[in-house]
Each structure stands twice: as structure tokens, then as C-alpha cells.
């Protein structure tokens, strides 16, 4: 159901109904609401999908010593992702920022990516480790989706994602340093 959701959109169709994702899915018309219950799930899916592909070439590349080392390569990795196929991720942001029937996951996920690339904080002098470390990741997944919002809109090039991307991460992890 997933990779029929991806087809459509590869073919530029982001406003495929679920009949469309039935019908190229080759199953019922009942089954994407079976398995998902909205077009929106089926989006927070597709989401979570390409978060795993981030977390994926982040765990397999060789391990950086330095929190925001990590962090800016997991920025670079996440950029990556989503500029393989920008008019398919634009589609499913688009559709990540509407209310569905219920709420979604794809907080917890990406949260959970950047809790990878923080680690436990090696190399930056925090002022409050304990909470910078239960705070930062979250605030990362934040700042990541606010960038990607404004790239979703157009309002961002895609040559400009990675350097946006990265120059919040970087403010980010400046706040929770000591001041000198």
C-alpha cells in the first residue's frame, strides 16, 4: 500500500483519492481504509519511512566522537533524504502538517533520530547536560520540520535545505552550551 502511495506520487499525483491507492495497489477499495483508515496515516506512514531511511544511513556510517558532529552529519543525511526525490517529500510534508482522525507518530520518530545524533552529549560543554539531553533532540526535530516546512512551501531552494537545516541545528546546540 505504501510503495502504491509512493508510485502516485512519483507520478505527480498528490491529490490521489484512495480509490487511486486501491486501484494501483491492485487490492479493494476497502483496503486502504482497512489498513490505514486515512489518507493522512498513509502520509505520517510515508513519513516515518523516510525517517527510518535517515536513521538507516546515519547507524551504518562510521560513528563521529562528537555530538555536533553527529548532529551536523545526521542534518546532512536528513537533507539528503529528502532532496532524493523532493517533489515526493514535498507531497508527503505537505500532507504531515494536516489533522487527521488520529494524531500521528512522526514526532516520536524523528525525535528519535536526532536522540542518536546527540547521544550523551560528547563534546558539548552544556550548562544543564540532564536537560539538554532530554530537551535538545526534540527541539532538533522541531527546528528540522520547521525548515523542511518552509522548503515544502517553496519558499526554501532546494540548495538552500542543507545550509538552513544546518545553521539551526547550530544555534540550537550553542543554546544549550555554556556562555563564555
Known amino acids: 500500500m505504501i510503495d502504491a502511495a509512493e508510485r502516485l506520487l512519483r507520478k505527480g499525483k498528490a491529490d490521489f483519492s484512495m480509490r487511486d491507492l486501491a486501484a494501483e495497489a491492485s487490492v479493494s477499495f476497502a ?27 546515519f547507524t551504518e556510517a562510521p ?10 552529519f545526521a542534518i546532512g543525511v536528513a537533507t539528503a533524504v529528502m532532496l532524493e526525490e523532493p517533489e ?26 536526532w ?14 547536560p540532564e536537560q539538554a539531553l532530554r530537551c535538545l533532540p526534540r527541539q532538533l526535530a522541531f527546528a528540522f520540520r520547521g525548515v523542511l ?14 545550509p ?9 546546540l550553542r543554546g544549550y552550551s555554556e556562555r563564555s
Open 31 to 57: 483496503t486502504p481504509f482497512n489498513q490505514f483508515g486515512s489518507k493522512t496515516a498513509i502520509m505520517h506512514a510515508l513519513s516515518r519511512r523516510r525517517i527510518d531511511k535517515m536513521t538507516k544511513h
Open 88 to 113: 515526493v517529500n514535498r507531497a508527503v510534508m505537505g500532507w504531515i502538517g494536516s489533522a487527521g482522525p488520529s494524531p500521528g507518530d512522526v514526532l516520536t520518530h524523528s525525535t528519535a533520530l
Open 149 to 162: 516546512s518552509f522548503w515544502t512551501a517553496g519558499e526554501l531552494p532546494d540548495a538552500e535545505l542543507t
Open 63 to 72: 560513528p563521529l566522537p562528537h555530538a555536533a558532529d553527529r548532529v551536523l
Open 115 to 128: 536522540s542518536l545524533a546527540v547521544g550523551a552529549g560528547e563534546g558539548l560543554a552544556l550548562t544543564e
Open 164 to 172: 538552513n537545516a544546518r545553521e539551526i541545528a547550530k544555534a540550537l
